[in-house]
Antibody, heavy 116, light 107 residues
């Protein structure tokens, strides 16, 4: 069974940092591209970032470019999102999802709250 | 960036109704469009990809069609489990975009 489990969310002050993790199981991790998608409270879905199978190709939404970094550890079946210079508008639930185009598997999400 | 305009934002319907949600892309995306269902407190669930291909395990009352840059999700006979929010998503580019969502509520 495909499983994606996010962790690392929490409460952080504006300007702070968080690192989100996504632990994968039930499939061959290195064979899949991944995305991060977020959802602000009561709002719709927003794509955040994409990473290729090897990690050599990466894309970001304009809203996070220069502040967020996505990377992966294929040896340990894990995906990460390093979030720096956090802003109030980054508040929401962050999901990891595979594969690269349409998203057939999602984690349960981890909640990020940016507030003083 | 490609914009996805989804309508309506809210839809009131009864069990057994035929329901249609529309998504329009700001430019051609070929058939690179997916539909998702999301229930409160849950992750989105893939329903349809490549505009009209039903994901495994999704009931056949869900269907997707396309006409140029306009895409439609149809639920042929609304069931109690279908009251949820639906999103379209284009994946023609690496920079994916979602529609604003359509909440299907009980009439």
């Amino acid at each position: 069974e495909v499983q994606l489990v996010e962790s690392g969310g929490g409460l952080v002050q504006p300007g702070g940092s968080l690192r989100l993790s996504c632990a994968a199981s039930g499939f061959i991790f290195r064979d899949y591209e991944f995305n991060w998608v977020r959802q602000a409270p009561g709002k719709g879905l927003e794509w955040v970032s994409y990473i290729s199978r090897s990690g050599s190709l990466i894309y970001y939404a304009d809203s996070v470019k220069g502040r967020f970094t996505v990377f992966r550890d294929n040896a340990n079946n894990s995906l990460f999102l390093q979030m720096n210079s956090l802003r109030a508008e980054d508040t929401g639930i962050y999901y990891c999802a595979r594969p690269g185009g349409y998203l057939d598997s999602w984690g349960q999400g981890t909640r990020v709250t940016v507030s003083a | 960036d490609i914009q996805m305009t989804q309508s309506p934002s809210t839809l009131s319907a009864s069990v057994g109704d035929r329901v249609t949600v529309t998504c329009r892309a700001s430019q051609s995306i070929s058939s690179w469009l997916a539909w998702y269902q999301q229930k409160p407190g849950k992750a989105p669930k893939l329903l349809i990809y490549k505009a009209s291909v039903l994901e495994r395990g999704v009931p056949s009352r869900f269907s997707g069609t396309e006409s140029g840059t306009e895409f439609t999700l149809t639920i042929s006979s609304l069931q109690p489990d279908d009251f949820a929010t639906y999103y379209c998503q284009q994946y023609d580019t690496y920079s994916k975009t979602f529609g604003q969502g359509t909440r299907v509520e009980i009439k």
